[in-house]
């Protein structure tokens, strides 16, 4: 409901994303945009995780792709074109280099005490995100 079509959102082939034939340039869609709104779908799946949101800070965005509402999304993600991967070579790196970044990570430790002052779980020094760009193309 939280992105205006009955029933489930449409997620990208393979998942971990919104699907970017409905979804446009959503934020958790696989394309990468620094300026791409944050819709209360997005919001919404952070907090079914378990993280405390708040859903004013949602950018305005709503479907425009009318074919997502009538279900047919799966059908459109699975007519499009294969998207290119990675090759294993570069996924190495970008792994190498994520547990590199990691490594070097310095949290001051009033980060850390503000963190568990609010009850909340510092992850900062446990997640990184990589882009790479090859052939071409820009993989998260």
Same mark, same amino acid.
């Given at each position: 409901r939280e992105y205006g079509c009955v029933?489930? &959102? &449409?997620?990208?082939?393979?998942?971990?994303h919104w699907s970017e034939s409905c979804m446009l340039d959503e934020n958790m869609t696989p394309?990468?945009?620094k300026n791409a709104p944050v819709s209360t779908l997005t919001i919404a799946s952070l907090q079914d995780v378990g993280y405390e949101v708040d859903y004013s800070a949602a950018d305005e965005?709503?479907?425009?792709?009318?074919?997502?509402c009538a279900g047919l999304a799966g059908v459109m993600e699975n007519n499009q074109p294969e998207s290119p991967s990675l090759s294993k070579e570069a996924e190495a790196a970008a792994i190498a280099y994520g547990k590199?970044?990691?490594?070097?990570?310095q949290i001051?430790?009033?980060?850390?005490a503000e963190a568990e002052e609010m009850g909340y779980d510092y992850v900062g020094d446990k997640v990184v995100f990589i882009a790479m760009e090859e052939n071409g193309h820009t993989f998260e």
């Open positions: 029933g489930a &959102p &449409p997620m990208a082939r393979g998942g971990g394309a990468i945009n965005w709503t479907v425009t792709n009318e074919a997502c590199e970044l990691l490594e070097e990570r001051p430790p009033s980060v850390l």
